[in-house]
């Protein structure tokens, strides 16, 4: 069997395996480069999400949560214990910075804030402080020892803690005013006496301790007036009896209180026509980050532990948001378990120890590869439907086209088959004959091509038949020709007897000729199977004999541009002679009027070239590829029939040499080349 008949079908069908091939690998290798994308990826950002959570709560911020886990569900008032052993309460700025460091307070819509908190020493003292700003007009102070409470702004202080309340009353008492409005004094207070007025012998409470700045600018930024309200910022400590009581005793006090989270602080500051200025109970009140709000910083998969090292409280245990459920498939979420991984590996759970002033936590952070294998296996499975529906379509577009056309192309293929067995017999027109396909005439497309095929078979037959009559015509018609010549010649010979008469030379030329075309088929035919007499000779003192004898044959202005020296090459002096001729006539119909024509000789270590030139046109490009060919012209076609360059290149292909034409500026120049004796 002829593989080859079937090579265009394998073709095809294998076009369509390959494409289907393709298209599988083309997946896989995206799914196999998403995958180490995404572990990249989910490695870079667990290494992220560890220095971030490790950051956190190693800021002050960070380690409040860690000492108070449910700060965040507490209500306003409960203390929380800060990562300090106490304040410096008396000092603004840096009771200011070490609360806003902190983080502890409760922001209120009007821009007021409260941080209640202890200290994380015991031995500091018992004591609850209550440190915020609101804002208010400016404050009237009591006038030193006056016990009229209500014309001046004041403090009133609420503690509740184990089944006791105690409340202060504190007044505002002036220290110091500066030149930019600002003031400075401080909270001295009395246990409350409820609607009664303060008694003559009341004496303040020595442990309370309450100081209070005012700015002197206006907080909505106009211009400084007793109207206006500005920015108050307050610190208090409170005295806790039970506090202290647990620090005299012989045992070792238990800190932070088992019962910190059920202790109530309340603060409320008094106009002096009795409003209330600032209230810690006032809704809208945004408690302060919590350890819980560390979560958000988690990526999906991701684990916090968080545990006290020696304490028997369980472990705080925060997850990250949950993976969206998407549909996955089995078969591809098992498939990119097996695809290789070149990458990073699963990034190991992380472990730090916190220390903070009452013990050292430890912290957990692990992570859940799977979960980025059902993350990327949610998206496959979606884009699996579009691979499928491309595979569908390969595999549609191959069925149609092999049951609709190829099966139906597998007849006329045999047919013609025949058909170029038949041409290549050695009579086809007798083969030809009996070879039919007018039977497979339709009107699809492979009716359409072998009606086709049957027209041209019709003209085939017809065109053998002519070239038939016109080859024995042609034929007949050189050997008539070739007769006739040859007798004049011989006559011609007798005349011209000296071999250094130019006509000597020329009728030995023609009797060549005729030789070569007398009997054969074709003048191309002819002209190909000519055998040539190769020798050695001068072609320096050839090309001159040739440039002074160009005028016998109508070849004016012929100028050769001798060496001054033999230059020896292999060649048949009658052929050459033809070879050179042809070029100058070539050369003579195409250039500029009045322009010589330039014949130049080099060599080189091996051959020997000839360069002629002749000022004129360029050469028609479309006739570039096709110059040499025989029956191929650029003059007029009535009178000159193309032979002259297809002779040119056949006896100097005989004589082991070439030729070749270049446009040059201002003309065309032919090199003809002979290899060197």
Known sequence: MNIARFGRRILFRGVFLLLAIATVALALV?????????????????????????????????????????????PPGTPVMLPYAGLDYDDQNKVQQAVELAGCSIRYPDGSSLCTAVGSNPYTGGFVYLVGSFAATEMVPRDPGSLDLAAAHRAVVTLSMRGTTTQWIAPFELLSDNANGSIRGRLLAYLDPGDAPLPDDAKPVRDFRGWLWQTGICADGSEANAACTKRAFFSIRLPVEAFREALVSRQRPVWPPADLNQIHARMRM?????????????????APASLNDIRKALLPGETLKVSRLGSTQPAVVFKGPEENAERTSPLITRLIRRLPLEGPELPRPERDVISTPVGNYEVILSGDARGVERSLAAVATRMSWYVGAMLAAIALAWLVIEVGLIRRITVLTKRAADVSRNVQDDKPDRSLARLDVSDLRGEDEMGILAAGLDDLLTRVKDDVQREHLRAQQERDMLQAVGHEILSPLQSLMVLHPKSNDPGHRYVQRMQQAVRVLYGQASPSEALQSAALDVATLDLDAFLRQVAENAHFAGIEGVQFQSRGEPVMVRGDEFSLEDVVTHVLRNAQRHRTAGTPITVRLSADEKTATVSIHNEGAAIDPALADRLFEYGVSGGDKDRHRGQGLFVVRTYLAKMGGGVRARDVEGGVTFDLTLLLA
Do not use: C
């Not at 989910?42 to 800021?59: C, D, I, P």
């Not at 911020?61 to 886990?69: E, Q, S, T, V, Y």
């Not at 209230?279 to 009140?285: E, K, L, N, R, S």
């Open 270 to 286: 008094l106009a002096p026509n009795g409003s209330v200025v600032f209230d810690t109970q006032a809704p809208g009140g945004v």
């Open 30 to 74: 995206l799914l196999k480069d998403e995958k180490e994308r995404s572990w990249r990826d989910y490695s870079e950002g667990f290494r992220k999400t560890h220095a971030e959570v490790l950051a956190r709560l190693q800021h002050p911020a960070g380690l409040l949560a860690l000492l108070n886990p449910g700060m965040g569900d507490s």
